[in-house]
């Protein structure tokens, strides 16, 4: 209550995506068929089969259409796909700091996580879990390389700069001498107690097939046919994982077919992260449009 998404004002559903490991099936659930995890017998899935669980989801509430469907990054493309999939269902949209594709950079991150997971001893061809082992080492090596790209140097220089950890000089050694060093294991050690490694394999890959274009005969602009939704696309300065430069793609495909978009940019030096930290530009633009978009849905119920 009192949030931007506020939960006085607003019903929100948060569902995990399909592939993930924490309530929605993946590759760590049961196989009715074997009584094993499905481990990588877990067929591959796209945002596009996210989305569409999403909505067997809601059929199966009893909910026709959405208000406002918000999300960041791989949310921003589910938000994408939302609207490509399903424009009657949708009244507004919020991506976040997303694109319409993934780029090849992003594919080569990714890359070198799922090989950081594979190339573990523990991962067993991903049937780790029936055998009582667990690829942490590979899944913690995966996630500091992937959180090195939700900050910005400009983020990682103010907080860390070259300080040492817990020492006055530097050991010569391969211990954690930096602060930097020490953090992004932290990062990683904690990120294994909460995250599957096949999860990790499946999501990533979900999104690097991302490419609404290339779903629609090479034109952006075609995924967003008929009546669209009221959108806000937002991005950040210092953000290089998902760039301006890709939110401006997005917007110019949606001027092309003369959709309501407004498009904000926010400095900041905090990077992709931007939008899960303090950020009140944020904060303030995505309440003026939920505000706005309202208004315009004819919701009269006191929003002061």
Known sequence: PGEVL??????????????GCMGTTGPKDLNPATGEPWALSFPVITVRDMVRAQKL????LGIDSLFCVIGGSMGGMQVLQW???????????????????????????????????????????????????NPARGLAVARMAAHITYLSEAALHRKFGRNLQDRNAVTYGFD??????????????????????NSYLYITRAMDYFDLAAEHGGSL????????????????????????????????????VAANVSFVEIETDKGHDAFLLHEPEFFATLRGFLTGSAEQRGLTRSWG
């Open 221 to 256: 602009p075609a995924a967003f046919p008929g009546k669209q939704p009221r959108f806000c696309v937002i991005s950040f300065t210092s953000d290089w994982l998902f760039p301006t430069s890709e939110s401006r793609a997005l917007v110019h495909a949606l001027n092309a």
């Open 176 to 197: 954690a001498d930096f602060q930097v060093e020490s953090y992004l294991r932290y990062q990683g050690s904690t990120f294994v107690d909460r995250f599957d490694a």
């Open 83 to 133: 609207v490509a999939s399903y424009p009657d269902k949708v009244f507004a949209a919020v991506p976040v700091a997303s694109a319409a594709r993934h780029s090849a950079q992003n594919i080569a991150f990714h890359e070198v996580g799922r090989q950081a997971i594979i190339a573990d001893p523990d991962w067993c061809g991903g049937r780790y879990l029936s055998l009582g082992r």
């Open 6 to 19: 506020d939960t006085e004002r607003y019903f929100l559903i948060c569902a995990n995506v399909l592939g």
């Open 57 to 60: 989801l809601l059929d199966h």
